[in-house]
């Protein structure tokens, strides 16, 4: 019985995962405390280097440096949340950006790596693509998030209106929205740089579409006929 239920829980981690992500989509833009959004980001990447970790048992060597990252990121949050001058908010904005970015990459990775060695189609592994999927989203919003700390003119928004949090919430509104080739336009790239980058998130939000889709046919059609 209580290996039934640890099977059980390995077998929704990614659910959870999912459900956190899009708990802390939601939550994030209506908190005015900085430090609780910066904490449940923080959170977020440790649940999912947890996960990442567990998905991937051959991945023990590499455990030390995806907590070295993490932790550098934790460093570089902590420092831009101190109460110092602006120029150290800037250096610790952009060291948290600058190692959560690879961070991410990481994990996305490991959990594809996951998704393709299973060869099976399973909830888990469905809950596992739309994980790499905002993290995707998110890898672009940092992305974002750098190019307007180093130039604030990159895109058409009021940055004098918008609280730090407020404005990470509307970049990875529209990293989602570029993902998923939507486009409604409230929110443009308007440096040659930014706009770049949206086109390349397009481009990658189209062919990862495409892969999953076919690699679940393949994993569905493997299944029917094995069965």
Do not use: C, K
């Not at 994990?107 to 809950?127: C, E, P, Q, S």
């Not at 998110?138 to 730090?164: G, K, Q, R, T, V």
């Amino acid at each position: 019985m209580i290996q039934e239920s640890a099977i059980l829980r390995a077998e929704w981690r990614f659910l959870q995962l999912t459900i956190f992500i899009g708990a802390w989509m939601l939550v994030s833009p209506l908190m005015q405390d900085r430090w609780v959004v910066e904490a449940l980001l923080q959170f977020f990447l440790l649940n999912t280097m947890l996960v990442t970790l567990w998905a991937n048992p051959t991945w023990s060597g590499s455990r030390g440096i995806v907590f070295g990252i993490w932790l550098v990121s934790l460093a570089g949050s902590a420092l831009a949340l101190a109460p110092l001058p602006i120029e150290w908010h800037r250096l610790g904005r952009t060291m948290e950006i600058v190692t959560t970015l690879p961070l991410l990459a990481l994990l996305a990775f490991g959990i594809l790596r996951f998704i393709f060695r299973n060869r099976t189609l399973t909830v888990d592994g469905i809950f596992a693509t739309v994980t790499v999927y905002l993290i995707i989203a998110m890898f672009f919003s940092m992305l974002y998030l750098l190019l307007i700390e180093w130039s604030p003119a990159s895109f058409n928004l009021h940055l004098e209106d918008l609280s730090p949090q407020l404005l990470q919430s509307n970049l990875l509104y529209f990293s989602l929205v570029t993902l998923a080739t939507v486009g409604y336009g409230d929110i443009l790239p308007v440096s040659e740089t930014a706009r770049t980058l949206a086109v390349i998130e397009a481009t990658v939000g189209q062919f990862y579409v495409a892969v999953i889709v076919a690699v679940f046919v393949g994993m569905y059609a493997t299944q029917r006929r094995d069965g």
